[in-house]
């Protein structure tokens, strides 16, 4: 009877296939224009190929017009060649669907590493699922996604060596090596080697005779391997400074408060997160098995960090995915009554099914499917021009306005990728090379403060490109020294009233390109209408 069903096993999805099915579905046919909602991606982009081209990572910043050029950490260099070489060969549509890949496959390792230990599968499914949709806010085809994959795999080394004595930390040198030019987060990996060397040294120090000998060994190999990796960190384009550039970040005030990526989640919207940390809250008030202290340290550091910043809840949901099923699983196993009873059945026999599913038929299905669908052109991704500028900037393109030009952060980054070679930007998603003062200038110009039209004139601004729907454009309306000559749903182009753009004035000063909505309000003030907000995401 076991012969047959062991021939067709392959045929079985087990639950981590079924979570990588839906994961790569939900992106690929749903929600993978999504991963396209930063245009951060698009600097990215282009700054791979400036590295393939030149064989050099920039050190200065090589898209502002601002002189002299800004030194520039370019951390993030090999993922950003891997992205160019990508968008070559299959363009913005490539581009989603590695990251939805890559993805799918960080919470497919995840759950198949949980279930190697046995616990209720019930649990590991409540878990998972909401780990996933708490990390959906952080979904971007952007490098940082390296950095939660890197995360998983990380952090199963230790575990496996702290709690199950098998020794493969002579992989973690390994990965950091690419950790570190891969992303900043690979600061995350020193920290999480940290916290468990510190914790054999304690238990050495403290422990009686007999298993003294054995977390010495533990500390010593951790030490050996922390030390390997921090060596390791440096072989990078920048050195020694990049262990400086993720604490230079975080301890910049200004910019933590300013920045949409390092803002605290708002818990007034419908996130699973906060469900997440309710699960959390709630499992250890009423578990009886006591944190040890690696896991203590994990919770209090990363629970701290998902509420500073909403940018830091998938490390977050990662690092809490063993901490819970470890919490839970005894809990529903050790529970008395009827129900307790069908569930634990019913996870025996689930989990059995699960045991009995080989191979890896249906997640080579469907990434072969959709690869295949992408390839004829009928899954294609794009920037969404509903809400990003594409045809404000090929209006620039086309017209080719000379001078320098103001534009918003995200603006900026569109035009990196959609307009590099022609046109060079005033801000972009890259607020930490920036620094404090220019973020200042930046948002004195956009929130109209006093001033404001002292720093357009210090960078001799001809011309601005921002948001429709913004005070700012309401504003430039009413001046006379500023004329619009362009307007869509997304963006409004204005330029200087000045003889340089007499001809420009002419052709559009009356009959813009597009037509222009503007209704007065009651108190006269016109009011552009608005268009789709860009979804609040963290970069």
């Not at 950490?73 to 581009?95: C, D, K, P, Q, Y």
């Not at 998972?128 to 995360?151: D, G, N, Q, Y």
């Not at 990662?318 to 129900?339: A, F, H, N, W």
Request: charge should be positive; aromatic fraction near 14%.
């Amino acid at each position: 009877m076991n012969r047959p069903m062991k021939k067709y096993s392959f045929l079985i999805p087990s639950i981590a296939d079924v979570l990588l099915v839906c994961v790569v579905a939900f992106l690929a046919f749903r929600a993978g224009m999504d991963l396209l909602a930063d245009c951060d991606t698009g600097y990215h982009i282009r700054t791979g190929e400036y590295i393939m081209r030149t064989f050099s990572v920039p050190r200065h910043d090589i898209y502002s017009f601002i002189t002299p050029p800004i030194p520039w950490t370019a951390h993030e260099w090999l993922s950003e060649v891997i992205m160019a070489l990508v968008h070559r060969a299959f363009g913005l549509t490539g581009i989603v669907l590695f990251f939805t890949y890559v993805i799918a496959f960080t919470y497919y390792l995840l759950f198949r590493i949980v279930r190697k230990n046995g616990g209720n599968i019930l649990a590991e499914i409540i878990v998972i699922l909401l780990v996933i949709t708490s990390s959906e806010i952080h979904w971007l085809a952007r490098p940082h996604i390296f950095s939660l994959l890197l995360l998983v795999v990380w952090y199963t080394l230790l575990d496996e060596f702290q709690y199950r004595n098998r020794n493969y930390l002579y992989f973690l040198p390994l990965l950091m090596l690419f950790w570190v030019n891969l992303h900043g987060g690979f600061i995350i990996g020193l920290v999480l080697t940290g916290i468990y060397l510190f914790d054999n040294l304690t238990k050495f120090v403290f422990s009686k005779n007999d298993e003294k000998t054995q977390y010495r060994r533990k500390a010593v190999l951790l030490g050996g391997v922390f030390a390997s990796c921090l060596l390791v960190s440096l072989v990078n384009p920048h050195g020694y400074h990049i262990l400086l550039f993720p604490f230079n970040v975080t301890s910049n005030r200004f910019l933590m408060d300013n920045v949409v990526e390092f803002l605290s989640p708002n818990f007034h919207e419908p996130m699973p997160f906060k469900y997440l940390l309710y699960l959390m809250i709630g499992t250890l008030a009423l578990s009886a098995r006591r944190l040890n202290f690696v896991e203590l340290v994990l919770v209090l550091l990363f629970t701290s960090m998902a509420l500073y910043s909403a940018r830091y809840i998938p490390l977050f949901a990662i690092i809490m995915t063993p901490v819970l099923v470890s919490q839970i699983s005894p809990m529903l196993d050790e529970s008395r009554g009827k129900i307790f009873s069908f569930l634990r059945t019913r996870a025996e026999r689930i989990g059995s099914v699960d045991v009995s599913a080989e191979g890896y038929l249906w997640p080579l299905a469907a990434c072969v499917l959709v690869a295949i669908l992408a390839l004829n052109g009928t899954i294609r991704f794009h920037f969404d021009e509903k809400i990003k500028p594409v045809d404000a900037v090929e209006f620039l393109k086309r017209e080719r306005i000379r001078g320098n030009m103001f534009n918003n952060d995200e603006f900026g980054d569109y035009v990196i990728y959609a307009a590099s070679d022609m046109y060079k930007v005033f801000f972009d998603g890259r607020s930490d090379m920036y620094g404090t003062a220019r973020m200042k200038e930046y948002y004195k110009v956009t929130r109209l403060e006093e001033g404001w039209d002292e720093v357009l004139r210090k960078y001799d601004i001809k011309m601005v490109m921002y948001d429709n729907a913004s005070a700012l454009s309401r504003f430039l309306l009413q001046r006379k020294d500023w004329k619009l000559i362009y307007s869509d749903r997304v963006a409004n182009i204005f330029v200087r009233d000045i003889p340089e753009y007499a001809g420009l004035l002419e052709k559009y000063g009356t009959t813009l390109p597009f037509r222009l909505n503007v209704t007065p309000d009651p108190k006269g003030m016109p009011l552009l209408p608005a268009h789709s907000p860009k979804r609040q995401t963290v970069v």
